[in-house]
């Protein structure tokens, strides 16, 4: 098949699955919902009970599983693209850590350090906290990549992955601090869960997962020149440097307001953008938004999946991400050692 028309057939299936998955979402669980009840809460029609399931409860879910998917597909396809390494992800370079040990840190100590904070402030002060701990790491990372004049992926990767284990040990601090309801909603959160979606906190999250990866989007040119090399790309007119800064910031953006709703979801920016360059080989015109397709469905029917397996009890998402995402890396690993 020509890659014309292998991009267009991936858009076809991606989408339709995308249509497929946001359905059984809305259907699909303890309460069994059916099309003609969807049109009937849809029209207006529909009983207070099923209402209530459909647009309080599973909508909402719906919603922040797809867009949270999307959202760390794309920071996942432009960290590969920006450091040339297939191995980049939000979570390996410690971005996902960052953001969590701010979230973790406003959970248990927020009573104190944030008396005094209007009501109607709340509900932003957990995205605005995971947004600065994923920036903050992020700056940190840079920096520390760029040491010597030149920049260093693999310097990258290896600050990442001791941020993230100076951040595991510090949220490991403030559970052994946090009060019996503290460490339930901890022990839960950390794991990955959309479970706790609700309109009022999904909206927030999403507006800022959605203008943030808009924005990634709109840096497809200057990634494809990227892959020539940051020279040959300097010669092309990129700044590489305020490239480099702008991308990231966007990243922590992203995957900041993603988490502090959903919690730490890993793998899906790893896994989403390599199996779409498996599929299409293409340019990130195409890799960007096929990943966003790919990463909001991994991401809803890895939910339907924890929903449904053990009910009424539910899997952390961020398991069954793991469970596919682990074997994937470790894949990945073994496939580069042998080129």
Known sequence: MRADGRVILSYCLLSLLLLLAAFLALTVGPAKLSFSDLWRSATGAGSQVTDTILFNIRAPRMVLGAIVGASLAISGACLQGLLRNPLADPGLIGITAGASLAVVFVIVLGDMVLVGVPAFLMQAILPMAAFLGGLAVTLVVLLAASLGGSFSAGRLIL????????????IGIMVYMSTDQQLRELTFWTMGSLAKSNWNTVLIACAAMTLASLALLSFRRELDILQLGERAAFHSGVNVRRV?????????VAVGAGVSVAGPIGFVGLVAPHMTRLIVRASHWVVLPISALLGANIVLLADLFVRN???????????????????????????????
Request: with cysteine.
């Open 244 to 252: 480099k800064i702008q991308i990231c910031a966007l990243v922590a």
């Open 159 to 170: 600050v990442g992955v001791a941020i993230t284990a100076i951040a595991s040990a510090m």
């Open 309 to 339: 397996a053990i009910p009424p009890a539910e899997i952390p998402i961020g398991i069954a991400t793991a469970t596919l995402g682990g074997p994937f890396f470790l894949w990945l690993l073994l496939r580069k050692s042998r080129l």
